[in-house]
Every structure is written in C-alpha cells, then in structure tokens.
C-alpha cells in the first residue's frame, strides 16, 4: 500500500468548501454569532436574510451554480445571528438577591458538589507564623430562605451558593479603625459533607463582584455558568445535618466514587518504601495531591508554587484536567482496544464510551465535558469521512457545540481547545504527511525488496540506504555460535532490527518536537490576550513531560483500581506512577525555576492579532500546496506572527498629561502614575486585608498584572510602597516579579518579615532600592515629585503601622495631585503643614474616621478625591462623617467599590476624571 503523498492534495482542494463542508460550517456559524453580538439588527430581517439565502442556495445547488455553498454558509451564519438576536431578547431569569445580603438568613438547602475536606494555612495574622484550620467548599441549592425579621418570613427560592465551611471563626475587628484578625480556635474537627446531605445554617450572602478594571477575570460569569449566584462563609458549628436526601443515584454514585478515588491515591504517600532509592518509589502528600489534580483533576491539593511552575513552562495544561488528559487516555484506550482486535467501530465506541464516563467522573463542569464531546464527535466523524479531511470531523464537533450553546464562542477553553485541535489537523498533520510519515511506512518490511517498488524514488533510495546500513552492522555482530539458527540470517534480522528502530525514534522525536514547536507558537495570540505569558520552556518541557503523561495516566489510573483489591498488586505500578510523577515534577521544577523560564505579555495590539491570525490561515493553506517553498513560507509565517506577538507594543497612554488611575483591588491601594514623558509608577499593589494570604489568589499576580498588561505595559519604570500593610504591600511582590521595575521607592519602614522579602524579592529582579523622606524632591518623567513624609528623623515602631506612609505629591503644571497612603491624623498634621493646594486628593485609609481630618482638607482644598475601597467594606468604609466632610469642601468624590478603576488626567491646567464604564 502506497504511502499519502501529500502533492494530491493541493491548495485549491483545501480551499475549495466543498471538500470539507463542516469546517466552514463552523467558521459560518462562528462568524454569525459575531455578527449577532456586535451588529444589532431587527431579528425579522436577520430570519429573512436565512430563509432567503436558504432557498436561494437551494435553487443554485439545483441548477449547479458555484455559489451555492457559500450562499448556504452565510445562511447558516444569518442562523446563527438570529439564534443570538433570539436568546438577547429572553434571557434567563436571574434571581434577585440583594435583599438577602444586607442581613444575615437561615439558608435550607442541599448540596450538589462537595470539596474535599483539607487542611489549609491559608489564614495569618500579619507576620506571625500560618495557623492550620480546616474547611471544605460545598456547592448548595437552596430550597428556602428565612429573614431575619419580626414575622420570621420564609420565602422558597432556589439558586445555587458556594459555602466555605471552616473549623474556626474569623471576626475582624476594629482598634482605630485598622483592620485586625482575629482567630478563634475551634476544636478543629469538621465531619465531611457529602452529596444530597439537607443542611440548615445562618449566614450573610455576598453576590459575586468582578474587580471594576479593564481586563479582569469574569469571576461572577464563571460561577454563574456553574450554576452559583451567592458565596457564603460559615463555621462548622453552626450547621446543622438534617433529615432527608436531595439528589440523584447516579449524582450521589459520582460523588462516592469520585471521593474514593482520591483517598486511595492519597493513600499512595502513606505507603512508604524503604531503601536507598526509596524517595524515588514512593511519594508525600502533595505528590498524591498533584497525582489526583492530573488524573481526576482534584485542585485544591495543589500548591500555588507548583502552580507557576508548571505554567512557567507551559505545561499547565497537564496539571489540570484538560482536553490533553482526555486525548491520552482515549489514546490509550483506542490503542489497547485495537491491540486486541477490536474492529474500527468497536474500538471507537469504546473509546467514546469511556472518554465520556472519565469526563463525568471528573465532575470539572463544561470545559473538560466539552473536551470530551469534541472528541467523541471527533471520533465519530472519523468513521465517516476517515483521513481525508478531518478538519470536516473537527468543524462537525464545533457546529454541534455552538448550536447548542452559542455562548461558547467567547470562552477561552472552548477557543484554545478548538484552535489546538484545529493545529493538528490543518497544520501539523499536513506536515507531518509531506514530512515523516511517508519515511515511517517506508521502514516497513525493510527486508521485503519488492516493496520498494511501489514508493516513490526518494522512499525507495530510502530504503536501499537503511539495508546497506544494516548490512555493514550486520558484519559486526558474533553470533554465529548459535548453532540452531542460521547466523548470517539473525545477524540480517538484528541488524534490521536495529536501524529501523532508531529511524523510528529519530522520527518521533521529530514528531514531537514538531507538535510542541507548531502548537507553542499556533496559540501564542490566545495564550497572550488570556493568560499574558509565553512558555519560552515549553519545546523541552513538553518534550520530556508529555511523553511521561502518556505514561503517568494509565500506569496511575491502574495503580488506583489495583489498590481496591490489594495493596500488594498495586505496588509496582504505584512505585512505577511515584517515579514517572517524580520525573515530571523534577523537570517542571528545575526548567520552571530558569529565569527566563517565561515571558509575560501585555495585551497583543489589534495589528500583531491580525497579523497572527493571518499568518495562522496562510499557513493551513500553505502546508498544503504541492510545493515545498510555499509550505515553508507557511511555517515561517507562523513563527513570524509569534515572534510579533512576543515584540512589546506600545502601551495604551495619552502623552503630554499625567494620568493617575486608582485600580480596583477591593481593600487595598494600588495606584498607577504615568508621566507626560510616559514613565510608569505604581504605588502599592494592594493585598489580603490584615494578612489574610491565601494560596490560591494574588491581589498582584491575579488584579493588578492583568490590569497593566491590558494597558500595553510590559515594564514599569518604578514601584512605590507607601507602608508595610499587607493591603498595600503584598501585590507588589507579583508586580516586581512580572514587571521587573527599574526603582522600588520606600519610605522607613519596620523590618518586618513580609518587608525583608519584598526587598529580597526587588533584589533579585535587579531593582535599585531607593528611600525617601519628607523634603525630597525631583523629576520623573516630565512631573515634578515631592515627597511630605515620613519625617527624616522618624523612627518607626516593630510593627507596620498606617503613619508610616510615604506621602507624595505628584505636580504637572498648575495641577497637582496628594498620594496620602494610610495616614491618620497625627501625621496628617504634619503632612498639611507641607502640602500645596492640590486638584486631586488619593483619600487616606480607604475613607477611615480617622483620616482626612478637616485640617487636611482646609489645606488641600481638593477639586477631586478618589477612595480606593473594598465593595461593601466589612469595617463601613468609607464612613459618612469623611463624606460629608469631603463634600462640604466642594470635592467631586470617585470611588473604586462603586465606579471601578478611576483615572484622571492632569495637563497642567485641568483635570479630567475618566470611569471605564465595565460591567462589574
């Protein structure tokens, strides 16, 4: 059998709709429902224009005219546009809960999907060492609500709400207005809620709130596409168990199982091997933990440090469940299925069968059930067309899932899971054909010569080549001694053997080496506007990982279902799992611990995207063209267009002015300076509220990074740390880390164990720390600085304290503009007695009673105030008494909780105060 010879299919062929009439399906419909979304037009015309082109279509294909096709696909996008008209017009109802967060309710309800019950060190006081507590996340459907009133009200309603329940009670409290924790030990033990458990408890709800920033994450859209309209935090001791179950069999069987499965694989780390290599052979806990993230996709075991690890070296998508889980076990599955015999059909529904019941299992929600239906549609549209299009069985998964839920277009998962596997099949694959896999099925048979006869002339030289080469190795063995076979034949056999064996490995490291390069940078344009990095790691990396995936998920899966049945039958295979995770692990450690490990990007401007998307298409095209040069345009286009992508645009700025934006970070600070000159400051980087750290969110990394890299900024020239509180210090260390500023400007500061590390931290990244102190004064940028305090003489305390803020005021011209940090009123005394008259004031202490004294603001005289706080501040912020002294001095008061990231723009004779008006 001859191999594919890829010249039989030529650019015209692949261009042509009707070859592959799926495809451009997919492409119609996507396109319709941006059409839908952006042009707003009467949904009668958007049906005229379907039915018209519809039964245009018709007619044409009757009478065989060309434009038959395409006049069917802009049918289906005009489809596709109405579906969305459609959906805009009813959308679902969402229930209305703000009256249930002003005041705490008893919630009655049932949960739908329990977390695991762990130990966290999530929650600290300040500096002081992590305190354990335990908790568990559970996702409950309320079946109804009663009010804390007179009447005791009970209204049924059902919504979902995400509850942390923790085992000890964290109450803030204030002592001058500065916010403290305080932990109260419990006894520390939570009985572990199950699915369809019934549970009463009393609680606040709080709605989910995006941060008001261009660029922020949807967090609110992400939970309410899971179904969650409320969070809630209560002590286990408050909960109580009541009678009765509320779910499905099924439901309640996943959950079991899931649970099961995780226990057994963190009972891998309790089984200890003894002996000099025993730390390869078995694993602790967090090495169980990563285990269950990649096989069931269990996340909350997994460490943050981990975490940036593996996305460091672009292999994140290994740690979690993804569609690259999915694909290797479906392989694996389709492979073992055909070693046995099975036929085309059996083995595909098997594969089906199984991919769709692992994806259930997992219980991620849609991407990894989305993953998994895309390919068995994959699978099942390769019945039907096989190998000669398979973007036709790509474009039939898409249609199915866009039909189905249009809003799928716009999600990242869905995009980068359709871009991959839109890269294998319409570039890598075609490359492959044109490149190895003739030369793979020509080391077929190596000993059968009339095979040679039906290739190409290049196969055949191929092949004469391979058996002179064997024929020289075979001189070399001295085997001869085995009497009972003939020796010259044995040594022809080895040495066969042996040549086709490495040309075989040669070819599959081409391969992969191939697949890794060609996907890194196909989803470069999607990586950056999403995620702001490019994995300069990622060719090795997933050249030693992916392999050791291939690996790690049937020996692990294997290794779990043998220790249900014995511990003694599934030692090897854990020791096997325990020393393929510790080799994935190493190499993400050590790779990801490179310094350029990574690039962080800011948001790609709109030429290099269409440059990238350009060079994307060309290339599809290209790699299918008879001719070699024109295919290797193709490639060069590809690594062009990331190469674009990775080039720093310009940074979204308005030069001549000095702009001053305070961005959303809850309650916290975080203010961006840009010069008339277009240098960048960032004072403060906001934080946890009073130390509380978490590990799985960074003010920094998570808010202020995305928030910059929106804005084009890929440096910043300068950071500033008003004080040593963890709402204002704690970002910068991500900030440092993504933005490696030229300067850190400090004022006099405690030495506190959180400071040491910021300054370790800006040391590290090759930033100059500089300090300051009241009477400073110099250029930046085109502005003029002038710092009011801290004193030169002053001495702080152990302890960060609000007054040890460093106090600024930023001038442009006759406009000016006061940078407060936290000061309270001793040092706002000392501040007043320096300041000038200035247009915009940045509000001390989030608008605390015990800043902005009148004494401050008779010196200020402020146009304009900005308060950066938290929505719905647990400690009243702002307080009414600061309000109404604001507005008795006349100021125009903006404010993050309610307006989002506010700037304003100083040109030296005016301010102009600017909201970007997002949905928040």
Not at 387 to 414: C, H, Y
Not at 794 to 803: C, I, L, M, Q, R
């Amino acid at each position: 059998m001859n191999p594919p010879d890829p010249t039989t299919r030529t650019i015209h062929d692949f261009a042509q709709p009707s070859a592959q009439p799926m495809f451009y399906a997919a492409v119609a419909f996507s396109l319709g429902i941006l059409l839908g979304n952006f042009l707003r037009l009467n949904p009668r015309l958007w049906f005229a224009l379907c039915v018209f082109a519809l039964l245009y279509a018709a007619y044409s294909f009757n009478n065989r005219v060309l434009a038959a096709l395409p006049i069917a696909l802009f049918s289906l996008a005009a489809a596709a546009a109405l579906q969305v008209q459609l959906q805009t017009l009813s959308p679902e109802p969402q229930p209305d809960l703000y009256a249930f967060t002003t005041d705490a309710v008893t919630i009655t309800g049932h949960i739908v999907r329990s977390g695991l019950l762990q130990e966290s060190s999530a929650f600290t006081r300040g500096d002081k060492a992590p305190r354990p507590e335990r908790k568990q996340t559970i996702d409950v459907e309320t079946e109804q609500l009663a009010l804390n009133d007179e009447a005791q009200t009970v209204i049924p309603i059902q919504f979902g709400i995400r509850v942390n329940v923790h085992s000890k009670a964290l109450d803030y409290a204030e002592e001058d207005d500065s916010p403290e924790l305080s932990a109260q030990d419990a006894d520390g033990k939570i009985p572990a809620y199950r699915y369809g458990e019934r549970i009463q408890f009393a609680a606040k709800l709080r709605e989910p709130r995006n941060y008001g920033n261009p660029g922020a994450m949807d967090y609110r859209g992400y939970l309410q596409a899971n179904g969650i309209m409320a969070l809630a935090s209560v002590r286990e001791d408050s909960v109580t168990r009541l009678a009765g179950f509320s779910g499905t069999r099924l439901g309640r069987w996943r959950a079991q199982m899931r649970r099961s499965l995780v226990d057994h694989m963190l009972a891998f780390s309790r089984g200890r091997v003894r002996g000099r290599f025993s730390h390869l052979f078995s694993m602790d806990e967090q090495d169980a933990g990563v285990l269950a993230a990649m096989i069931v996709g269990e996340q909350s075991l997994i460490r943050r440090d981990t975490r940036t690890d593996f996305q460091r070296t672009g292999t994140y998508h290994i740690l979690v469940v993804s569609g690259m889980n999915v694909a290797i076990l479906a392989f694996v599955i389709f492979w073992v299925a055909k070693g046995l015999r099975a036929s085309e059909i059996t083995a595909t529904i098997l594969t089906i069968a199984l991919s769709l019941l692992y994806a259930y299992m997992t219980d991620l929600g849609s991407p990894i059930v989305r993953a998994a239906v895309m390919l068995s549609l994959y699978l099942g549209a390769r019945l039907l067309y096989r190998d000669r299009f398979s973007l036709n069985a790509v474009g039939t998964a898409a249609l199915v899932m866009l039909i189905a839920r249009p809003a799928t277009l716009f999600e990242a998962s869905f995009q980068l899971t359709f871009l991959s596997v839109i890269v294998l099949s319409g570039i890598i694959q075609p490359l492959l054909e044109r490149t190895s896999l003739p030369y793979r099925q020509a080391v077929t048979g190596l000993n059968i010569i009339g095979y040679d006869a039906t290739l190409p002339p290049r196969l055949a030289q191929f092949r004469l080549d391979l058996r002179l080469i064997a024929n020289r190795i075979a001189r070399l063995y001295g085997l001869a001694w085995i009497s009972f076979i003939d020796g010259d034949q044995l040594r022809l056999r080895l040495s066969n053997w042996l040549v086709t064996s490495i040309v075989r490995l040669g070819l599959w490291v081409y391969e992969l080496a191939a697949v890794t390069a060609i996907m890194q940078v196909a989803l470069a344009l999607p990586m950056a506007i999403y995620f702001h990095r490019m994995g300069l790691m990622g060719l090795p990396s997933n050249m030693v990982i992916v392999p050791l995936t291939a690996v790690l998920m049937p020996v692990g899966i294997v290794a779990t279902l043998l220790s249900y049945l014995s511990p003694a039958l599934a030692a090897i295979p854990i020791a096997v799992t325990s020393l393929t995770l510790h080799a994935i692990l190493g190499t993400v450690t050590r790779l990801g611990g490179v310094r350029f490990a990574d690039l962080r990007l800011p948001m790609p401007s709109p030429y290099a995207s269409a440059f990238s998307l350009a060079a994307f298409l060309f290339a599809m095209f290209a790699l299918r063209h008879k001719r070699g040069w024109i295919a290797g345009t193709g490639l060069a286009a590809l690594f062009a267009a990331a190469a674009v992508i990775a080039t720093p645009s310009q940074p979204d700025m308005r030069h001549g002015v000095m702009e001053v934006t305070a961005i959303d970070v809850g309650q916290g600070d975080s203010i961006l300076i840009i010069t008339p000159q277009g240098k960048t400051l960032l004072i403060d980087g906001g934080g946890p509220v009073g130390g509380v750290r978490s590990d799985n969110f960074d003010i920094g990394e998570d808010v202020v990074s995305p928030y910059l890299w929106q804005r084009g900024i890929s440096r910043l020239d300068a950071v500033a740390l008003t004080h040593g509180h963890s709402d204002h210090m704690s970002g910068l260390r991500a900030v440092i880390a993504n933005f490696h500023p030229r300067e850190l400007w400090v004022g006099n500061n405690p030495p506190t164990r959180s400071y040491e590390s910021l300054l370790a931290d800006a040391k590290d990244n090759d930033t100059n720390e500089i300090s300051h102190a009241a009477g400073d004064e110099f250029d930046f940028g085109g502005a003029h600085v002038k710092v009011l305090s801290p004193p030169q003489n002053f001495v702080p305390g152990k302890e960060a304290k609000n007054d040890d803020s460093l106090v600024m005021e930023m001038h442009y011209g006759a406009t000016s503009a006061l940078l407060a940090g936290d000061v309270e009123r001793k040092m706002e005394h000392y501040v007043a007695a320096r300041a000038s008259h200035d247009d915009l004031l940045k509000v001390a202490h989030h608008g605390s009673a015990t800043s902005t004294t009148l004494e401050l603001l008779a010196a200020v005289r402020p146009k304009f105030a900005v308060i950066s706080v938290g929505y719905r501040s647990i400690f009243g912020h702002p307080k009414p008494t600061v309000l109404a002294r604001l507005n008795a001095t006349g100021a125009r008061v903006f404010r993050t909780d309610l307006e989002g990231a506010v700037t304003f723009y100083l040109d030296g004779k005016t301010v102009t105060p600017q909201i970007d008006q997002i949905g928040y």
